[in-house]
């Protein structure tokens, strides 16, 4: 009897995925709304991120359409040099995203550890997360907070894009207007005010791209409105004895990103040409893109994968702060999602399920349609998506977003009409232990 009581059930791996397939393993790393822990698929073996939101708080921070958002989002798209999604589910408590596993941590993390990195390194990372950035832009979708914080790398030193929360599909006959992002990656049109688009997603990888080889920020300011005014108006300079650092054709690449005229600003032209601009700047020179695209090119920076490529503080922290650790939890069979406040609902209803293994990837965006789906090319260490189908700082960084309107979430409020849900209006602060990364959302 003891040993029927004590077996552990199996999981259902035919029914839908929940948290019950996964082994729990260490936290590695944590956002402004989510936590993230490495997990083993109990079937496959493989090892995924396991991102969770808990709804309750992300009611409180106003940040439901941001995790549905960034649910959609995720599912339409699939890249080397993108942490892809493979399963979203949801219990009572939280929202889960499982993506890819980045073993060798994030930029930021190395940039604090190493002061700065090498030109080399830097233009490879420039090199994979240009071509991220055209696909992403292919699909109409802007990142808005592109950051080392949110540039990973798997454990062979491939440079990937995560964090979609507030990432968008713009038209080209609509500008944005949200101010969203954080402020020191942010582009001076995003500041304006005036409407902007998919370009803003260049400047801040110059922006990164600066950080990363002199190690500070081209623009700097005490104030919001100090570093407002240096992104708009101070001229760009590079540090005493850049050359030391970098090359001239290094410069120019960063300085081209950084130029304030759409016209002129590396990766911008339209239709692909950007990609296309920056592959024949003399910075790249070396780069043979056909290999690095098919991620053949080998890293000059490979994390040491003897030791943990993350701050040692998620771990302490779940250890010892949090009075409600993470475990698999049946859903209550009997609830009735009428009862629920619209946020709550609007989560069960919208944050649906996706298994990679079983289901195509589809886009949420009207203008997509009809849409061609990416397949991961043969060299991405995952299995790859069926092919196509028709359908449907401190606070010198924080992050904003001073109005949710129209042009934020044109899916959002596409089915607020099915639902009658008002589209949320964001109210959030947050803040991120790595002191580099607090960002907050003003309603
Ligand atoms: N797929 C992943 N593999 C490894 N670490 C990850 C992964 N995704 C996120 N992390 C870690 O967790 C941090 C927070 O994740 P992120 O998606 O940026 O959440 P948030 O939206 O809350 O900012 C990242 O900066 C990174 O250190
Ligand atoms: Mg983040």
């Keep these: 009897m003891g040993a029927l009581c004590c077996r552990q059930e199996l999981p259902d791996f035919d029914g839908e995925v929940n948290l019950f397939h996964f082994v729990l393993l260490r936290s590695v790393g944590k956002g402004a709304f989510g936590k993230v822990r490495v997990v083993q698929h109990k079937q496959t073996r493989e090892l995924y991120a396991l991102k969770y ?12 359409a941001n995790i549905i958002q ?47 990195l090498s030109e080399d390194t ?11 950035v055209a696909f992403l832009h292919d699909k109409k979708i802007i990142h808005r ?8 790398l798997d454990e062979r030193g491939h440079a990937h894009i995560t964090d979609f929360n507030i990432a968008v599909h713009y038209s080209d006959r609509r500008p944005l207007t949200g101010v969203a992002g954080s402020m020191a990656y942010m582009a001076p049109e995003v500041l304006a005010k005036k409407g902007y688009s998919y370009t803003i997603d260049w400047w ?8 990363l080889i002199f190690g500070r920020r081209p623009f700097r300011g005490k104030t919001n409105s100090d570093l407002t005014h240096a992104i708009s108006r101070d001229h760009l300079r590079f540090p005493e004895e850049a050359e030391n650092r970098c090359s001239r054709e290094g410069m120019h690449a960063i300085k081209s990103f950084l130029d304030r005229d759409l016209n002129r600003r590396l990766g911008c032209k ?20 056909m290999k690095l695209e098919a991620k053949q090119l080998e890293s000059p920076f490979v994390p040491d994968s003897k030791k943990a490529n993350f701050d040692a503080t998620h771990e302490l922290e779940e250890l010892l702060l949090e009075d409600n650790p993470l475990k698999a939890r049946k859903r209550d069979p009997n609830k009735d999602i009428s009862t629920l406040s619209a946020e709550y609902r609007q989560m069960e209803e919208q944050f649906t399920s996706y298994d990679f293994r079983k289901m195509q990837r589809r886009s949420y965006y009207p203008l997509n349609n009809p849409q061609t789906v990416t397949v991961t090319t043969a060299s991405a260490s995952r299995p790859t998506t069926p092919a196509a ?36 209006k964001l109210g959030v602060f947050e803040h991120n232990l790595k002191g580099c990364s607090s960002s907050f959302q003003l309603g």
């Design 70 to 116: 960034e649910r959609r989002l995720l599912e339409e798209i699939d890249h080397p040099f993108v942490v892809n999604l493979r399963y979203a589910f949801q219990d009572d408590e939280n929202c889960f995203f499982v993506l890819d596993l980045m073993l060798g941590g994030d930029l930021r993390f190395h940039l604090e550890r190493l002061g700065s």
């Design 270 to 289: 339209p239709n692909g040409e950007g990609l296309e601009d920056i592959k024949r700047h003399s910075w790249f020179r070396s780069i043979d893109w």
């Design 122 to 132: 830097v233009r490879f990372y420039m090199a994979e997360l240009s071509s991220a």
């Design 145 to 152: 907070d592109l950051k080392p914080d949110n540039i990973l």
């Design 389 to 424: 189908f028709e359908g449907g700082g401190n606070n010198a960084n924080p992050r904003i977003e001073e109005s949710w309107n129209n042009n934020v979430g044109t899916n959002i409020n596409m089915v607020d009409r099915q639902t009658g849900t008002p589209p949320a």
């Design 204 to 211: 801040s990888l110059g922006v990164c791209g600066y950080e």
């Design 53 to 64: 939101i808990n709804k309750a708080k992300c009611v409180k921070m106003k940040a439901v």
